[in-house]
């Protein structure tokens, strides 16, 4: 087993190990005193992994109760946390219990959500079962829902108190989520890590598929720790996210996933950079190979007008400016803040 402390105001560990599902209620009990656990999950993990979630915390000791609601980006809203509400409160579900995030990135968000608002806070435990969720989203307490204005704009920061991540969730994925995971991953390469880059360059990621989660939670545990609440560094974790957020929202959170949109994104924003002379000229090229080489998207379906107009609402907006994740180099990288107005231009080929 592997295992990574993030040292935030309310410090918890990222466990890391095949087969640790099964064990989950045995590490739950280590460091919870719960006596309920709330068990959210979607219509397509819980099938797989829920029966097993459930026993193993039965096991330990928990009374467990479980939520299912309909897969899919589309469910991300706070009408569905708002079932949740109901459910946690039908359930008895105190202060002093906890829930468990089984699923992707969009359950560990709305889950987490609910978590950090139900009762004004309670405890919440991450079992990631995407690649995605696993390198990315879990860790790091950020949480929220979307709304018709945009991505992640309603949310909050709070931080689980365990993240359990068992690689062998990823056997049970369609390749599709394979390589939606495999935008994120390129993503930490590109902004801090030139050689897990090169890694993903010479190798099959699934070949290596530990070795390259345990870099990326890494990677990640280190930023937040020096940045809970996204007040600086934290931004960097962005690259690509300005644009894929706003591809995303323009095909109607169905047609596009948050991976390929991100890597559209670092595509097009490193060819705007290399444009304006800020990024070396070449840099574009070989993210955009490493992007088809996993199956990824690298340019947007949209106008540059429509797209600047959607990262408008975008979190990383403040004021008249908006906050742009740009390379020096691959493993590189910096923000750089421009007028909203002119981000049509800035990206514009």
Known sequence: MKSLRVNTGRPYDILIEKGIIPNCGEEIAKVSKAERIAVISDTNVFPIYGDT?????????????????????????????????????ESRITRSDLIVALGGGVTGDMAGFAAASYLRGIDFVQIPTSLLSQVDSSVGGKTGVDIHSGK???GAFWQPILVLIDSNTL?????????????????YGCIKDK???????????????DDIIYNCV?????????????????ALLNFGHTIGHALEKLNNFSTL????????????????????????KGTAERIEALCKKYNLPVSGNKGYSQIADAARSDKKTSGDCITLVLLNSIGDSFTKKIPVDTLADFIAE
């Open 53 to 89: 979630v459930v026993k193993s915390c039965e096991k330990a000791g928990f009374k467990v109760f479980s939520f299912t609601f309909e897969a899919g980006e589309k469910s991300k809203k706070l009408s569905t946390v708002a079932q949740m509400y109901d459910f946690l409160a």
């Open 152 to 154: 992640n704009l309603v």
């Open 171 to 187: 056997s049970t994925l369609p390749p599709l989520y394979i390589d939606d995971g495999m935008g994120e991953v390129i993503k």
């Open 195 to 209: 050689e897990l880059f090169e890694t993903l360059e010479s190798n099959n990621a699934m070949d290596i598929i």
């Open 218 to 234: 890494s990677i990640k545990r280190n930023v937040v720790s020096r940045d809970e609440l996204d007040k600086g560094e934290r």
């Open 257 to 280: 996933s948050h991976g390929q949109g991100v890597a559209a994104g670092m595509v097009m924003i490193t060819k705007a950079s290399e444009k304006a002379g800020i990024t070396p």
